[in-house]
């Protein structure tokens, strides 16, 4: 299978820890997924989405170096396959297990790398993954606002829990695709973008614009820019490990680069470096220009909601409008390969980023929590039926080699999976080579 564009959704599957590791948001307990996930899987068919963001728990599944309980996992990919649904594998969302405690764990790289391998080898038809979600995100929430996991606000500790963070996601790809050497990986990462409020703020709104690309110029082995680059190693990052990112830029051939957008990706700057919302300025399509000419890589809109509000079309009005900015892009020649309105459910407490427990629902889902149609839900439906046949003619030659669950042992599929294995195997030789 082909596919010059992918409809996803995605079942949210955040697990941070708050209050200093004692309370975990569990966000597939709290929005039922673990109760409801036939329910959720069979919804897909009703909106005809054939793409899914989804995870199993890192927290319940690992649960020791070389220990899994696999139990969730087997049925819930087992039922995906079942149904030929292609799910975007996304292994690590927001937090960690408690016996590795947070993201400044310096042994949290390898261990992830072997859960991701032990993964791949246990379900060998999954080919798309998000190894880690929103990495500057969950390392800024993280290590730098003290809102999640280890709970600091230092450039010391955020720049730690970054470069583990993004170590992690690249070893991860390294060892799927000792497994599944026809993965693609999907980074689901947060598209940001500064605006200074007056002339004083200019200069850190210029440093904070720099900050946002460091995920991903790490992730893609892209040298960063002088001024981060002592940043990065004035707080902790030595030479080495900088050239562990930057000896392992041809992993970016396997890639997507996923865009995250919301109203809330916008910020105003103040002089002192305070900032705050500014809704929804450039928009998509500008910001991810941004983005792809930094890295030339495919793009897909990988997270997008709005919370339902009083008169009922607000979610409805956001999709619109994201799908304009899609349909722009596209227009104008950024290869873009797929849209995600995440999630598929209602989720709870994101009014407030996941830190606080207070059980408030947040109306962002396309179906809400009793599992009932949004407007949004139907909306999108209706959208997905009015593109799905219009886009791929528009787009000949921009295809993504995306096999369903059914194909995996077909013999055109495994020819290409032994073409791609065996230039792997001449990417890993040249880096030895570079190496010595």
């Given at each position: ?36 996930w036939r329910t959720d899987f069979e919804l897909l068919r ?155 703020a200019i200069k850190p709104a210029e440093v904070m614009n ?21 940043y990065l190693l004035d707080n902790g990052m030595t030479r ?197």
């Open positions: 299978m082909y596919t010059s564009f992918m409809f996803a959704t995605g079942i949210e599957n955040s697990i941070p820890t708050i209050n200093n590791g004692r309370t975990r948001i569990d966000e597939m307990e709290k929005c039922g997924h673990y109760k409801y009703e909106l005809d989405i054939h793409v899914l963001r989804y995870g199993p728990p890192l927290h319940r599944t690992y649960i020791g170096p070389g220990r899994y309980d696999w139990s969730f996992a087997d049925m819930t990919f087992y039922d995906l396959e079942r149904r030929d649904i292609i799910p975007i594998v996304d292994l690590c969302h927001f937090g960690v297990p408690d016996w590795i405690e947070n993201f400044q764990n310096p042994d949290f790289p390898e261990l992830f790398a072997a859960y991701a391998q032990d993964f791949a080898r246990r379900f060998p038809w999954v080919q798309l993954y998000t190894p880690i979600n929103e990495m500057f995100v969950c390392a800024l929430f993280s290590a730098a606002y003290g809102w999640w996991n280890e709970q600091l606000q230092s450039d010391q500790a955020f720049v730690t829990a970054l470069k583990h963070i993004v170590m992690a996601n690249v070893m991860a790809m390294e060892r799927i695709l000792k497994i599944r050497p026809d993965a693609i990986f999907i980074q689901s990462e947060s598209s940001e973008y500064f605006h200074a409020e007056n002339p004083a720099s900050r946002r690309f460091l995920s991903l110029d790490l992730n893609y082995g892209r040298r960063v820019d002088s001024e981060m680059y002592e080495e490990e900088y050239h562990f990112f930057l000896n392992r830029s041809s992993l970016r051939h396997h890639c997507i680069m996923g865009n995250d957008y919301y109203i809330t990706n916008e910020h105003r700057v103040q002089s002192n470096g305070v900032t705050r919302s500014a809704g929804d300025v450039f928009g998509y399509d500008e910001i991810t220009r941004q983005y792809y000419a930094r890295y030339l890589l495919p793009v897909m809109h990988t997270e997008t909601n709005l919370m339902e509000g009083p008169c009922g079309d607000e979610a409805v009005n956001w999709l619109w409008k994201q799908w304009a900015n899609v349909l722009r892009i596209r227009n104008t020649g950024v290869p873009t390969v797929g849209f995600t309105w995440y999630s598929l459910t209602d989720q709870v407490d994101w009014d407030v980023a996941l830190r606080q427990e207070n059980n408030r629902v947040t109306p962002v889902g396309l179906y809400d929590l009793d599992r009932n149609i949004r407007p949004v839900g139907r909306a999108y439906r209706e959208l997905i039926r009015d593109w799905c046949d219009v886009l791929p003619a528009q787009s000949v030659c921009l295809t993504v080699p995306v096999s369903l669950p059914s194909e995996h042992d077909e013999p055109a599929v495994r020819r290409r999976r032994e073409v791609v294995r065996e230039m792997r195997s001449h990417e890993e030789e040249e880096f030895q080579q570079a190496s010595r």
